[in-house]
T-cell receptor
Framework: SQQGEEDPQALSIQEGENATMNCSYKTSINNLQWYRQNSGRGLVHLILIRSNEREKHSGRLRVTLDTSKKSSSLLITASRAADTASYFCATDGLAGAGGTSYGKLTFGQGTILTVHP | ETGVTQTPRHLVMGMTNKKSLKCEQHLGHNAMYWYKQSAKKPLELMFVYSLEERVENNSVPSRFSPECPNSSHLFLHLHTLQPEDSALYLC???????????????FGPGTRLTVT
């Protein structure tokens, strides 16, 4: 089973509407991140929320985290056509040894968001 | 521009060819990653290098061979690939340290690989 499953798989809305995407995960996490990917391009980091945080804002983005339910949501307010992309949540677990560590991210399958002008 | 570049952007190769993918990061990071993104599958972590040492190899077939000559460069050497290896290969980097608590990764634009 995979960590980080997004819901819905696809979302189609009109410009100006809000878009909400959900992510569920299975194991304990240090933090949860959301990334965006335009078609066929690399991922861009949007926001990181730590396991001891419940809500975080960044511009038109609002992320919530409920560790008791092992779920997170990403809300994009007042959507624009330029927000059309795939959105992924990624959970992390620390890995490595010898005094250093790196973020081992596990990604979900993503939500494809289409915003119609 | 994320500060991570990848070349080539597109690659078509036959199953008997040998090719290499290149990644370069200009962010001064100390960890680099290779991911594979196939259609209808989650992003798969392939390899991780931290301080130029491979720290993760996620059961990747030996026809994929990574190389990290320094902290800014990462290569993925490919040989005798299969058609199912066709995918978008993404490189990423991050600045890591002991228990730093933040691990956002910066991705390159990817190499679209087609194996014929």
């Amino acid at each position: 089973s995979q960590q980080g499953e997004e819901d819905p798989q696809a979302l189609s809305i009109q410009e100006g509407e809000n878009a909400t995407m959900n992510c569920s995960y299975k194991t304990s996490i240090n933090n949860l991140q959301w990334y965006r990917q335009n078609s066929g391009r690399g991922l861009v980091h949007l926001i990181l929320i730590r396991s001891n945080e419940r809500e975080k804002h960044s511009g038109r983005l609002r992320v919530t985290l409920d560790t008791s339910k092992k779920s997170s949501s990403l809300l994009i307010t007042a959507s624009r056509a330029a927000d059309t992309a795939s959105y992924f949540c990624a959970t992390d677990g620390l890995a490595g040894a010898g005094g250093t560590s790196y973020g081992k991210l596990t990604f979900g399958q993503g939500t494809i968001l289409t915003v119609h002008p | 521009e994320t500060g991570v570049t990848q070349t080539p952007r597109h690659l078509v190769m036959g199953m008997t060819n040998k090719k290499s993918l290149k990644c370069e990061q200009h962010l001064g990071h100390n960890a680099m990653y290779w991911y594979k993104q196939s259609a209808k599958k989650p992003l798969e972590l392939m390899f991780v290098y931290s301080l130029e040492e491979r720290v993760e190899n996620n059961s990747v077939p030996s026809r994929f061979s990574p190389e990290c000559p320094n902290s800014s460069h990462l290569f993925l050497h490919l040989h005798t690939l299969q058609p199912e290896d066709s995918a978008l290969y993404l490189c990423a980097s991050s600045q890591e340290g002991w228990n730093r608590g933040r691990y956002e990764q910066y991705f390159g634009p990817g190499t679209r690989l087609t194996v014929t």
